[in-house]
Nanobody, 130 residues
Framework: QLQLVESGGGLVQPGGSLRLSCAASGFTLDDYAIGWFRQAPGKEREGVSCISSRGGRTSYVDSVKGRFTISRDNAKNTVYLQMNSLKPEDTAVYYC???????????????????????WGKGTLVTVSS
């Protein structure tokens, strides 16, 4: 069974840190660009960060630049999102998603659009509150 499983969410105070993990089973992440997305109550799902299948390119939405870092360990079939200096407005359900590199035609592209992803996890809740 092909699936992505997120973990690492929880309750954290403003200014705190969390590290989210996205583990794949049933397929190898090496062939996929990975994106992290989030959806807050009453809002649309937005792209937060992405990383190309070979890890050479990363991208971030402006609101998290300098605070979040995406990385991948293909040997562990896992992608991470390190989130520092968290703010209440970061509160959301965070999802990881995978898109086959062939859709970009190369292994050095990724995107922050939720459309066109091949696999989605079920999400992990991040709550930033004092």
């Amino acid at each position: 069974q092909l699936q992505l499983v997120e973990s690492g969410g929880g309750l954290v105070q403003p200014g705190g840190s969390l590290r989210l993990s996205c583990a794949a089973s049933g397929f190898t992440l090496d062939d996929y660009a990975i994106g992290w997305f989030r959806q807050a109550p009453g809002k649309e799902r937005e792209g937060v960060s992405c990383i190309s299948s070979r890890g050479g390119r990363t991208s971030y939405v402006d609101s998290v630049k300098g605070r979040f870092t995406i990385s991948r360990d293909n040997a562990k079939n896992t992608v991470y999102l390190q989130m520092n200096s968290l703010k209440p407005e970061d509160t959301a359900v965070y999802y990881c998603a995978a898109v086959w590199y062939g859709r970009y035609g190369n292994r050095w592209s990724c995107g922050l659009s939720p459309g066109g992803m091949d696999y989605w996890g079920k999400g992990t809740l991040v709550t930033v509150s004092s």
